[in-house]
């Protein structure tokens, strides 16, 4: 049988998200928390594959005390099992740490002959944890892949690179990370969320992976996060045709744009 191990981020809903007019500090104080928009066409990918080559998938996620809400909205969208790795590093881990956590904890599940991502995480969009699981676990990874297939022992997958696309095959295991395009995620039924209840769910500690300090220290350091706005010239010109694209020319030339 067909292992998948799916992995996913738990983060905070960005349309609850306020800046602060002035400071353009961030207010999370009433932000709701999500699975991560492109994770979810990650797990969605990986219960397909279950349903169609009678799989094993088991979801894989790192992160402080709010991630455990998440599990039981994960295994509702066809997951067999959750693990969960419980630590306060992930406050201020970034793909460096969070990439060195998901693959002790990947070595300690056992078995894995797929294991799936999102492109990126909402939040961050750092692009680097699947990349670095591959590397850290020795296996092939591919990225950007917007169709993904399994034939025999092997997964069939096509790359969105660009303007073109590229058909890659690659044997198990190894990682895919996917776009959104792939797949429409699930809405779980009534039914499938008090299912969810009764799968088994996993925590372990960072000191259960037998992680030490240096896997846990990030490579990079946030000091600071703030809004972004754009102010704009409101510039509008009424001539003619050609007399107004001739002064746009010049008022981007001034702007340093052209």
Same mark, same amino acid.
């Given at each position: 049988?067909?292992?998948?191990?799916?992995?996913?981020?738990?983060?905070?809903?960005?349309?609850?998200?306020?800046?602060?007019?002035?400071?353009?500090?961030?207010?999370?104080?009433?932000?709701?928390?999500?699975?991560?928009?492109?994770?979810?066409?990650?797990?969605?990918?990986?219960?397909?594959?279950?349903?169609?080559?009678?799989?094993?998938?088991?979801?894989?996620?790192?992160?402080?005390?709010?991630?455990?809400?998440?599990?039981?909205?994960?295994?509702?969208?066809?997951?067999?099992?959750?693990?969960?790795?419980?630590?306060?590093?992930?406050?201020?881990?970034?793909?460096?740490?969070?990439?060195?956590?998901?693959?002790?904890?990947?070595?300690?599940?056992?078995?894995?002959?797929?294991?799936?991502?999102?492109?990126?995480?909402?939040?961050?969009?750092?692009?680097?944890?699947?990349? $670095?699981?591959?590397?850290?676990?020795?296996?092939?990874?591919?990225?950007? &892949?917007? +169709? /993904?297939? =399994?034939?025999?022992? %092997?997964?069939?997958?096509?790359?969105?690179?660009?303007?073109?696309?590229?058909?890659?095959?690659?044997?198990?295991?190894?990682?895919?990370?996917?776009?959104?395009?792939?797949?429409?995620?699930?809405?779980?039924?009534?039914?499938?969320?008090?299912?969810?209840?009764?799968?088994?769910?996993?925590?372990?500690?960072?000191?259960?992976?037998?992680?030490?300090?240096?896997?846990?220290?990030?490579?990079?350091?946030?000091?600071?996060?703030?809004?972004?706005?754009?102010? $704009?010239?409101?510039?509008?010109?009424?001539?003619?045709?050609?007399?107004? &694209?001739? +002064? /746009?020319? =010049?008022?981007?030339? %001034?702007?340093?744009?052209?």
């Amino acid at each position: 049988m067909l292992n998948i191990i799916v992995c996913y981020k738990w983060v905070l809903d960005e349309q609850d998200i306020r800046v602060n007019a002035g400071s353009m500090t961030l207010d999370t104080s009433r932000a709701a928390y999500k699975i991560s928009d492109y994770d979810r066409n990650a797990i969605e990918e990986a219960a397909l594959l279950a349903e169609r080559a009678g799989a094993s998938v088991c979801g894989l996620t790192y992160g402080g005390d709010p991630v455990k809400q998440s599990l039981k909205d994960t295994l509702s969208r066809g997951l067999d099992s959750a693990y969960w790795v419980h630590d306060p590093s992930a406050a201020t881990a970034d793909a460096f740490v969070t990439a060195n956590v998901l693959a002790a904890a990947i070595r300690k599940i056992g078995k894995y002959d797929l294991i799936l991502c999102g492109e990126g995480a909402s939040d961050t969009y750092a692009q680097q944890v699947a990349p $670095r699981l591959a590397a850290l676990l020795g296996i092939p990874g591919l990225t950007f &892949v917007s +169709k /993904l297939a =399994v034939e025999d022992n %092997k997964a069939v997958a096509t790359r969105k690179l660009g303007d073109c696309t590229e058909v890659c095959t690659v044997p198990f295991p190894a990682v895919v990370s996917v776009l959104p395009e792939l797949n429409q995620p699930r809405i779980p039924s009534l039914k499938q969320v008090l299912g969810a209840a009764k799968k088994p769910m996993t925590e372990w500690r960072a000191c259960d992976l037998e992680l030490g300090s240096t896997e846990l220290t990030p490579k990079v350091t946030v000091t600071s996060l703030k809004g972004y706005a754009m102010s $704009r010239k409101n510039m509008i010109f009424k001539e003619e045709v050609a007399a107004s &694209v001739n +002064k /746009l020319v =010049v008022s981007l030339a %001034k702007e340093g744009v052209l």
